[in-house]
Structures are given as C-alpha cells and as structure tokens.
C-alpha cells in the first residue's frame, strides 16, 4: 500500500497564476479531504469528498479555490488566481468509511506564492 | 462540541515512557477521544483512539479517566522518531469535523 499519494511535493509559482495540487487516495477509501495548513492557523478543513461527490465544501476560502474528484482514485484542488496568502502546506487525506480513526494523510504540497 | 486542552510542549528522554495530558471536561456520552501526531513536515499519523475503556495498541496505550474528563497518552518506550506535535481531539464518530487544535510538541532528548 502506497498510502495517500500527493504531487508535486514542492510548487513555487508567481501571484497571479494557476496552480493544481493532485491526490490519489488510498484505493478501497472512500472519504477523501483536502486540508491546509499554515502556522498561524493550524489545519483547516478545505473540502470532504464522500464517494467521489463533494459533502462539505465550506471551508473552501473563496471561489479562486475549487476541488474535483473525477473519479474514486483522483482528486485536484485548483486555485486560480493564487496569491501569496495561499502560501501553506496542503494535506489530502483519505479514510474508509465514516469512522474518524481511519485517516491517512498525504506528505503533503508545500505551496509558495511569490 | 467537547473542547480539548493540552499543554504546549513536553520533554521525554529517550526510552523512558511518554505521558500525554488531555482534558476534555465537557466531552459528552457518545464522544470518543482521537489521538494523532504530526512528526516534522509530515501529515498527521493516525496513533489511538477510545471511548470509555482504556486501549492499547502497537503504539501506544490510552487511558481515559472514569468520568471521562480527561485522558493520557503513553508512548511507553519514547524514541527520538517519537518527536512531534501530538493532536488530541474529541468527537463524535460520525462527524468528520476535527478540530485540530495547538496540540504538544513533544520532544524525546538522547
């Protein structure tokens, strides 16, 4: 088991431009979340995916963020434009079912908006 | 939703055991108690998790008061791998809300 799969591990991009962050959730898991990180204020739920259809998307922070899942094996969260205060680490994590025991994050993208 | 207070950090030589403080003086009946740890510049890990009765696994052991109001988290025998910030959080089972709080920073000296 490969666990939760995050790319690229590192993204450096200008203020302004596109920037795509891909997962690929444990195969079986059916839960899929994107969470950011940053240390002023911790982790923060972005948006839950629950068998490939988006449940809660509230903590998305604004319509430059958007996050799709394809299908069960696949999942982008997209910001267009980025701007600096984007900066942060960005966490996919997965999970089987419904229990909170089960997560298992990404290593996570290191996000850097210049 | 039950609060969580932790302390900040701690301090644990290497191979002594662990103690993780965690009150949660309104936690409510059917909240369960999670444990997850953070190591340096990694997603959080998965460690234990319990609701009434004390449980151990190939981690770690969590004992969890009778009245509920708090839990402690042993690590028995720290290793320096053990370093990291340790998330202790209260909720229901089905609610996939966690709420990630400071947590301790815990680090294992040689």
């Known amino acids: 088991d490969a666990g939760v799969i995050q790319s690229p591990r590192h993204e450096v991009t200008e203020m302004g431009q596109e920037v795509t962050l891909r997962c690929k959730p444990i195969?079986?898991?059916?839960?899929l979340f994107w969470y950011r990180q940053t240390m002023m204020r911790g982790l923060e739920l972005l948006i839950y995916?629950?068998?490939?259809?988006?449940?809660?998307d509230s903590g998305m922070p604004e319509d430059r963020f958007s996050a799709k899942m394809p299908n069960a094996s696949f999942s982008t969260l997209k910001i267009q434009p980025s701007e600096p205060r984007d900066s942060a680490v960005y966490f996919c994590?997965?999970?089987?079912?419904?229990?909170?025991?089960?997560?298992?994050f990404g290593s996570g993208t290191r996000l850097t908006v210049v | 939703d039950a609060k969580t207070t932790q302390p900040p950090s701690m301090d644990c030589a290497e191979g002594r055991a662990a103690n993780l403080p965690c009150n949660h003086s309104?936690?409510?009946?059917?909240?369960?108690v999670y444990w997850y740890r953070q190591i340096h510049s990694q997603g959080p890990q998965y460690i234990i998790h319990g609701l009434k009765n004390n449980e151990t696994n190939e981690m770690a052991s969590l004992i969890i008061t009778e009245d509920r109001k708090s839990s402690t988290l042993i690590l028995p025998h720290a290793t320096l791998r053990d370093t990291a910030v340790y998330y202790c959080?209260?909720?229901?089972?089905?609610?996939?809300?966690?709420?990630w709080g400071a947590g301790t920073k815990l680090i294992i000296k040689p």
């Open positions: 995916f629950n068998n490939n259809v988006p449940i809660d």
């Open positions: 959080i209260v909720r229901v089972e089905s609610n996939y809300q966690l709420i």
């Open positions: 195969s079986g898991h059916n839960s």
């Open positions: 309104t936690i409510s009946g059917n909240e369960y």
């Open positions: 994590a997965s999970r089987p079912g419904l229990a909170n025991y089960g997560y298992t």
